[in-house]
């Protein structure tokens, strides 16, 4: 095993999945660092949602290494949160209860459970919505209490799975800051792999941006984003900003008139 | 005119806010409704029923009229025999319903979310689901006699299929997502089963479990008339023994009134089981 390998959190090599008849991924490659916010961006269906749920272990693969802190990974990791686009809230649950879930299956007192889900509904700006269930609260809640979830049983490794993409634009930029902030201030950097369609966002939130390139999909280009943190609303409106914007830009635009050439 | 231009809202800080929860007015007014409407309906039915007897039109050796099976409903009650003979049969109906709940929600969801189950018991349940109970009578009797084990039996059997049958299918109608969100949260089998579908799934158990509720004195009065020490289907029998015609429909309105409660106890589980659904569109 190379070292690269071992000093990479999340590791992805030569990987393969099928499903029945279509080819979604082929020969991916990819490394996310301890502590990284990696962004896997991709035209539809290009396979970044699927090697997300490979990651998550709610998906089998047919070929190569998926790797996290080295070992392989096989079924549900208990040390990784994942947030989804449609939300998944338990919609009979109230907010805290909900936060309350992945205490409740590690084992942790009901006491303590209630005291850490208000202390991260806290974090996340929702401490007076403790008491609503999911319908009563509108998508950009409903996304907090979310991610709230995952950080109440403190994973190493976060996965979103395009969380904003149901979201107006207005929502979702300040949903965007609003992760930001937990991310970068948070004790232990959680290393982050987020999945989504826009470019915009994939900026503004990552490190590294991985492109991916039309099914079956693999990595096709990395790309550092050196923008200072913490990032603001400003970052949006700097010259490096539009010059990566244009640079993922061209890379993506290639595969989609590659992807309409082959129609 | 020249376009105002107005205030942009702080795009960074504000987030719309969730709406809120309407409660719609016209509700209380058709409940008054209903009431109105439903008390004229009654009255006009014992008119009818008085009526048919009044007139001849049908003996009073067979039909009493309402004011003879009122007044044999309250004599048996402060008497104590009705309740003497519905006490039993409360009894079986609620054990016999409890253990086909239990059963048929456990099997249900067992069937409904292993695919291959499923296609082992569609045969089967094919030709159980809609075979007569009254077929099967004389089975039970033969295999349990005519005491309390055949009775409770042949009510779990008219609970449980309609139960099962309709946990099958809504274990299928759960959203995968919400699966998926509970097994990325560390969640095993049993908390799954226990916290993820069986919740999620409830809603839809509620026809199934009604129309078991409706079932259970139904299929225990047949079971009763076979034969039996107490109960309301014996004391029914024997009424019609002994030419009591009144207290033959005390017994009936017994059952009837039986019959409304269950009615209400049931919609009041389902109220309060499924009460985070109020407000959602789709109730």
């Known amino acids: 095993m190379t070292t690269a390998v071992q000093t990479a959190k999340i590791a992805a090599h030569g990987v393969e999945k099928e499903f029945p008849g279509n080819k979604v991924l082929e020969d991916f490659d990819l490394q996310i660092k301890g502590g990284e916010f990696l962004s896997l961006l991709g035209p539809s269906g290009c396979g970044k949602s699927t090697f997300l749920n490979i990651l998550a272990g709610l998906e089998t693969y047919d070929g190569g290494d998926v790797l996290v802190d080295g070992k392989h990974v096989e079924g549900v990791n208990k040390d990784v949160g994942v947030v989804f686009q449609s939300y998944a809230l338990f919609p009979w649950l109230t907010a805290q209860k909900n936060v309350e879930a992945g205490l409740k299956i590690r084992g942790v007192p009901r006491k303590e459970r209630r005291d850490r889900a208000a202390e991260v509904l806290r974090t996340v700006g929702l401490q007076t919505a403790a008491n609503r269930l999911p319908h009563q609260l509108s998508g950009g809640m409903r996304q907090r209490v979310a991610i709230a979830r995952i950080l109440a049983y403190e994973p190493d490794v976060l996965l979103f799975d395009e969380p904003f993409a149901a979201l107006d634009a207005q929502t979702r930029e300040f949903l965007q800051g609003e992760l930001l902030r937990i991310w970068e201030n948070g004790t232990t950097k959680k290393t982050v792999l987020f999945v989504t369609h826009s470019i915009d966002e994939a900026i503004f939130l990552s490190d590294r941006i991985a492109v991916m390139t039309r099914a079956p999909g693999r990595v096709k280009a990395l790309i550092d984003v050196d923008l200072p943190r913490p990032r603001t609303s400003e970052s949006r409106n700097t010259e490096d900003f539009i010059h990566i914007r244009s640079q993922v830009a061209r890379i993506l635009e290639e595969e989609v008139r590659l992807g309409t050439d082959n129609h | ?283």
Do not use: H
């Open chain 2, 1 to 283: 005119m020249a376009p105002t231009i107005t205030e942009p809202q702080r795009a960074q800080k504000q987030e719309p806010a969730a709406p809120p929860i309407t409660r719609p007015q016209r509700r209380k007014a058709l409940k008054y409704d209903s009431l109105i409407y439903g008390t004229v309906g009654l009255l006009g039915f014992l008119l009818v029923w008085w009526l048919v007897i009044d007139r001849g039109l049908i003996s009073s050796l067979y039909l009493a009229t309402p004011q003879e099976t009122l007044k044999a409903f309250v004599d048996g009650i402060a008497d104590g025999s009705i309740p003497a003979d519905a006490w039993p049969s409360i009894q079986r109906a609620v054990i016999g319903f409890g253990i086909a709940l239990v059963v048929g929600i456990v099997l249900g969801i067992l069937v409904g979310s292993v695919p291959v189950f499923g296609k082992l018991a569609e045969p089967v349940l094919l030709f159980f689901r809609n075979l007569s109970l009254l077929a099967l009578l004389p089975v039970f009797v033969a295999f349990l006699g005519i005491g309390e084990e055949s009775k409770v039996a042949i009510v779990v059997w008219a609970c449980f299929w309609p139960i099962f049958i309709n946990a099958v299918g809504a274990v299928g109608g759960v959203e995968r997502i919400l699966i998926n969100s509970a097994r990325t949260l560390g969640a095993g089998r049993l908390y799954i089963f226990s916290q993820v579908v069986l919740p999620a799934a409830l809603p839809s158990f509620f026809p199934g479990i009604r129309l078991a509720a409706a079932n259970a004195f139904t299929a225990l009065v047949a079971a009763e008339l076979v034969g039996g020490a107490q109960g309301l289907g014996i004391y029914i029998n024997n009424a019609s023994y002994r030419f009591q015609t009144p207290q033959i429909y005390a017994g009936i309105l017994t059952l009837g009134l039986l019959g409304i409660l269950v009615n209400a106890l049931m919609s009041g589980a389902e109220r309060y089981l499924t009460r985070w659904q109020r407000g959602l569109t789709s109730r």
